[in-house]
């Protein structure tokens, strides 16, 4: 009797031990979710590397990413996944650079573009597997409306903009979508220009961030601007309309048929109008600015939404371009020293078409104010978010995590080398190894030659060394060979081969 009357209290004892232990390892899990950063990657459209005031930039200002630069970690040697759109995006989202990644190039392809493929690993599904939310706003151009690519095959709970990045040349489009469904703007049907995309995308962007408050989210905010046709709304126009007068005017080159008119491409009836084409700009260089000043305050109004919220402290901000300048719709990066220190525009494998601005903002991890000269590239971020948020990663990738240098530490892994490819303009291919840069052109015509050039000392690639320095062009050129993979989408070998063999 004694030892069933002592035994009441034990047994209480010991559920009351388990309910504290399950209330602790809860509380624990509960903790840890709450500790994951918030993550927000910005990504501009053919934003130049010395198109933000704090790089150089003095046409306008760009204050509020300057301020993301000075309260973060700035990238100086920072590399986009090439030189266009699609296949830069596709080396950000797998992890792979253009030697190894599913999209290599631009194609077109039932109203959107070439898919990614059904369960490739992109950064939203290792997030959502995480346990983040996912959005994607803006321009995507990785799988066409109902492919297997598309966002929502692809990790993203929520989509809202362009699904093809061929529409997303225009700035007051007839229609979005939004997740899979197209949604008409009426206020831009016929020549009506009254609602401007960019905005309607970043209210979708807000709206995001605050309904996902409680819970860890990755936004994945792929701007369409400065790209395209210089379309501004007329508030912005206004602030630089006196600035940069006079200025050439730009109107659309039409090659309907078999002579070459301009028409500004204000007709309705063109097949190009609002579908692609450029819309004409009397003031063109006003319409950058004001662009990138409307830019730089979408990027103020999103960390004001993160403080507002009290998230700012736990939410990595990261800011970037997908490729250098462009030459289209009348831009004229030239004017406004878009390339920086830099040659080449975007289309080249010179530093001007791939090396970019980036900022990571931290508030609790990265120093304030720093700076770094590490060698990174896109397909650099997929493994570091592995990082962040603890979870492996499957196969092989390109990428080497970054996360040592935003925490200050000392053991960061390097790249042996960085590798790219382009299938526009004859075929293109590019290396960094240490302080050399090696470019071959005209690959598809079965050319060997490699320009040589030493960034330390030359970073606009002015002086071939290539004559110079015979050992160097030739490790190169072996690393060009074995750095990619034939992909029978996009063939480099095969195309040599059948263009050698037709010549």
Not at 292 to 318: A, M, P, R
Not at 336 to 365: A, C
Not at 366 to 371: P, R
Not at 427 to 441: C, E, N, S, T
């Amino acid at each position: 009797m004694k030892f069933i009357q002592n035994s009441l209290p034990i047994y209480t004892l010991l559920s009351a031990i388990f309910l504290i232990a399950a209330v602790s390892c809860a509380s624990s899990k509960e903790e840890e979710v709450l500790e994951k950063p918030n993550i927000i990657y910005i990504l501009a459209d053919d934003l130049g590397y010395g198109d933000l005031s704090f790089l150089g930039q003095t046409k306008f200002k760009t204050p509020n990413i300057d301020k993301l630069a000075a309260e973060g970690m700035v990238f100086t040697q920072h590399y986009a996944g090439t030189t266009v759109c699609a296949p830069s995006r596709s080396a950000l989202m797998t992890g792979l650079h253009t030697g190894h990644t599913q999209v290599r190039g631009n194609r077109g392809l039932n109203g959107g573009q070439f898919p990614l493929k059904e369960g490739t690993q992109t950064l939203a599904t290792l997030l959502k597997e995480a346990g983040y939310a996912t959005g994607a706003f803006g321009k995507w151009g990785l799988g066409y409306p109902g492919s297997e690519g598309e966002p929502l095959n692809q990790g993203f709970d929520v989509f809202f903009g362009f699904n093809s990045q061929t529409i997303a040349h225009n700035y007051y489009p007839r229609e979005l979508w939004d997740n899979d469904k197209i949604i008409t703007l009426e206020g831009n049907q016929g020549t009506e220009q009254g609602q401007y995309a960019p905005n309607l995308i970043q209210e979708k962007r807000l709206a995001f961030i605050e309904k996902n408050k409680d819970n860890p989210f990755f936004m994945f905010v792929p701007t369409i601007v400065p790209h395209a046709e210089l379309f501004a709304p007329e508030e912005y126009m206004e602030k630089f309309l006196t600035k940069t007068n006079p200025e050439p005017p730009y109107q659309y080159e039409s090659k309907l048929g078999p002579e070459t008119y301009y028409d500004g491409l204000d007709d309705p009836e063109h097949p190009r109008y609002k579908a692609g084409g450029y819309g004409s700009q009397a003031y063109p260089h006003a319409a950058f600015a004001a662009m990138v000043t409307l830019l730089d305050d979408h990027v103020g109004q999103i960390v004001s939404k993160l403080e507002e919220l009290n998230l700012l402290e736990n939410t990595i901000v990261i800011f970037t371009s997908d490729n250098g300048p462009h030459l289209e719709g009348g831009a004229d990066p030239d004017f406004f020293n878009s390339n920086g220190p830099f040659q080449g525009y975007k289309r080249d494998l010179h530093e001007g078409g791939i090396h970019v601005p980036m900022i990571v903002s931290w508030p609790t991890k990265v120093k304030k104010g720093s700076e770094t000269d590490h060698v990174s590239a896109f397909w650099d971020i997929l493994p570091t978010f592995s990082d962040i948020v603890g979870i492996e990663t499957v196969g092989t990738l390109d990428g080497i995590s970054f996360l040592p240098t935003l925490l200050g530490a000392d053991d960061q892994p390097t790249h042996s080398h960085l590798y790219w490819e382009f299938h526009e303009k004859g075929g293109k291919q590019a290396i960094r190894k240490g302080k050399w840069k090696g470019i071959k052109l005209n690959v598809f015509e079965g050319n060997e030659t490699i320009q040589l050039y030493d960034l330390e000392q030359d970073p606009g690639e002015t002086k071939d060394l290539a004559s110079e320095y015979p050992e160097v062009v030739e490790e190169i050129k072996g690393l060009m060979q074995s750095s990619r993979t034939e992909d029978s989408e996009w063939p480099f070998e095969e195309k040599i081969e059948r263009d050698v063999k037709n010549n």
